[in-house]
């Protein structure tokens, strides 16, 4: 028997959503997804207000995703100009640096909407315009909020690169979407260590050769010293300081793209998924109003970095849209201490906390003592994202640090959904460990089997969604078939997620992680075929292959077999250097936590790798392999065995 955290009472008094709403709501929004969505769109201020509300068809022939199709208007209109009559001096975003000791900032509204007019004059003075791409590699400060912001009131699409990526991921980025302009950072700063931002730009454009980028804006924000190449490389301050205060937001249409987003997937290179202005802002606040219990006075903060998706929807706009008070914070949970979380909770009096499950493991780990030291009374929700969260984490998140007190809200979604779509609604439905429970408004779910035969009832298997909902991506940038291949191709007529999750008796969805190859590493996604591209890269290399194994911490961790170029000497030194190879090739984040030397590689008669076999090798389960008589050469899986690491 699972246990049952049912709604505290006190939450379900006063939540936005109740089950008696969900339940009279979420029917309509499956039967007359028009009415309802084209309600749902009054909560956004529009120029022209959409009379089209939705476009869809999943089917090849008439392939098509559209939401509010004939609508117009500005995200940061949105965001900013629309709150500054009611919630000017409100404050928008809290700063929390790296260093406990350094003072936080504030800045309301007011000042938010100053700041992302002057750079959006500034972009302007620069050449960028409506529909020109700009990379944004940052740390987590206030600038990249506001750079985002700024791209959006004019018009220009962003791109944001996580700050952990190396300088070939960022050539990549800059290459595959034609950027014109870079705005970084001489240095960022996580948990006392600094990351030369601007030295890894330098890196990449050097490494992309003749690109598209004509500027790079370069934030002064350690004080680091960079190299400052003329006339490319431009001071953020020096740009902006001077502009003036407003800045005319540009009229958007619905399906003018807002942002692009590199995410890995089993295959090739990330792809960037890319959002649209229209359904993608009204699903993002809309979700953040839902699942979040938004209120006027709530200090709302989400743990991630805005070079996620989770950043983009949940630190920025979401938040933003819902005239909320948003905390970034710029280091890291261990730093200076495993207490830092909560010492931040208390220090901003934040009501509702958003975080990942490996960073709860991790804190786990030390003890209730760094939690117990702080208060956190002033927080009402709890939430989690990212990858499976397991029953213990779960429960030590509510006991300990929510004081039995706080639902939890697991929620559910990727990088290609724009928002959340499978997650409890806080003061609706009582919650189950490890479960994200029920579907969110307009959201259809659904498991398959393997050659997509619908299953009923309690099931397990693949997940797919049946219909659109106005957040979904609307295609891989610059590659509509690669877009449609991969998630509409395997199951005709639906999204596939490349999830696997199973429904109990209550119709609550249980997320079982990827079932393609892509590992969720602490919550970030690699695909296999990255690193394996990254390993043979080396000129030692000739083979390798990578599968996800389970890890304590991270939930899952990079597990590599490499053969090496005949003639070619396994040792330590090699292994350390291949490890650092694939940290430069991708970034820190990719990092295999084992290598193993690998002879030869498990392959069937016809040449193709069995991953099955690899991925029960790396789970050190060696009674599970299966079958192994379709393999040219059963012998290579003795070998494997006997030289396995770690384990
Ligand atoms: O496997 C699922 C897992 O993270 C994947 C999406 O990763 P990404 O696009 O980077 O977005 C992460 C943040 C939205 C999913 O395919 N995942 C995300 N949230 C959960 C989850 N797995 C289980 N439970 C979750 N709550």
């Avoid at 692009?260 to 960037?272: A, R």
């Amino acid at each position: 028997m699972t246990d049952l955290y049912p709604v505290p009472e006190a939450f379900a008094a006063q939540a936005n959503v109740t089950w008696a709403d969900y339940e009279r709501d979420y029917a309509e929004s499956i039967r007359d997804p028009e009415a309802f969505w084209g309600r749902v769109a009054q909560r956004l201020d529009w120029m022209k207000p959409p009379t089209r509300i939705r476009d869809v068809s999943f089917d090849r022939q008439n392939f098509q995703i559209r939401w509010f199709a004939d609508g117009e208007l500005n995200v940061s209109v949105n965001c900013l100009d629309r709150h500054l009559a009611t919630r000017g001096d409100k404050t928008a975003l809290i700063f929390e640096p790296d260093s406990p000791d350094e003072p936080p900032q504030r800045i309301s509204y007011r000042e938010l909407h100053a700041r992302v007019c002057r750079l959006g004059n500034a972009l302007r003075n620069l050449g960028v315009g409506k529909g020109d791409r700009v990379t944004i590699y940052l740390p987590m400060i206030v600038e990249a909020a506001v750079a985002m912001l700024a791209c959006a009131r004019i018009g220009a699409i962003h791109t944001v690169v996580f700050g952990g990526f190396s300088s070939n991921s960022i050539a990549d980025r800059v290459r595959d979407s034609g950027a014109k302009l870079i705005i970084t950072a001489d240095e960022g700063l996580r948990g006392g260590k600094k990351v030369p931002l601007k030295a890894n730009v330098d890196g990449a454009l050097k490494l992309a050769g003749t690109t598209s980028v004509e500027t790079v804006l370069v934030v002064r924000h350690t004080g680091g010293a960079v190299d400052m190449q003329m006339p490319r490389d431009r001071w953020y301050d020096a740009v902006v300081d001077g502009q003036p205060d407003s800045c005319e937001p540009e009229r958007m249409n619905a399906e003018d793209p807002l942002f692009i987003l590199y995410t890995s997937g089993s295959t090739g290179k990330p792809k960037g998924v890319l959002h649209t202005t229209g359904g993608y802002l009204l699903f993002a606040s809309y979700t953040h109003w839902a699942v979040f219990d938004i209120k006027e006075d709530d200090v709302y903060w989400c743990t991630a970095d805005v070079g996620w998706v989770t950043g983009h929807s949940y630190i920025v706009y979401g938040p933003l849209a819902n005239g909320s008070t948003s905390l970034m914070f710029e280091g890291v949970p261990s730093h200076p201490d495993a207490s830092r979380f909560w010492q931040v909770v208390d220090r901003h009096q934040v009501t509702i906390f958003y975080t990942a499950p490996t960073a709860i493991r991790a804190l786990m780990r030390e003890g209730e003592e760094p939690v117990k030291r702080t208060s956190r009374t002033s927080l009402r929700l709890l939430g989690s994202v990212g990858e499976p969260i397991n029953p213990e984490a779960w429960r030590w998140y509510h006991d300990v640090v929510g004081d039995g007190r706080c639902p939890i809200v697991d929620t559910w979604w990727q990088t290609e959904n724009g928002g959340i779509l499978i997650s409890p609604l806080p003061g609706a439905w009582a919650t189950k460990p490890g479960s994200a429970t029920l579907p969110f408004f307009g959201v259809q779910p659904a498991i398959v089997d393997a050659a997509g035969n619908l299953l009923e009832g309690e099931c397990e298997g693949n997940l797919v969604i049946m219909d659109s909902w106005p957040g979904q991506m609307r295609t891989v940038y610059g590659d509509d078939q690669r877009f449609f291949d991969t998630y509409f191709a395997a199951y005709p007529g639906m999204y596939f997620t490349g999830d696997g999750a199973r429904r109990d008796a209550d119709g609550y969805y249980w997320i079982t992680g990827r079932v393609d190859d892509v590992i969720n590493v602490s919550g970030h996604r690699i695909g296999t075929a990255e690193v394996e591209s990254a390993l043979v890269l080396h000129p030692k290399v000739a083979e390798a292959a990578v599968v996800g194994f389970p890890h304590d911490l991270k939930g899952q961790g990079i597990y590599a077999y490499v053969t090496l170029v005949a003639g070619e000497v396994e040792s330590d030194e090699l292994l350390k250097e291949l490890v650092a190879h694939v940290r430069k090739e991708i970034g820190p984040i990719a990092s295999p936590d084992f290598l193993q030397w690998a002879p030869a590689l498990p392959k069937t008669r016809s040449g193709k790798i069995m991953r099955r076999i690899l991925r029960k090798i790396a789970e050190n389960a060696p009674d599970q392999l299966g079958d192994t008589s379709t393999l040219a050469d059963p012998s290579v899986v003795d070998a494997l065995l006997g030289n396995r690491r770690g384990a």
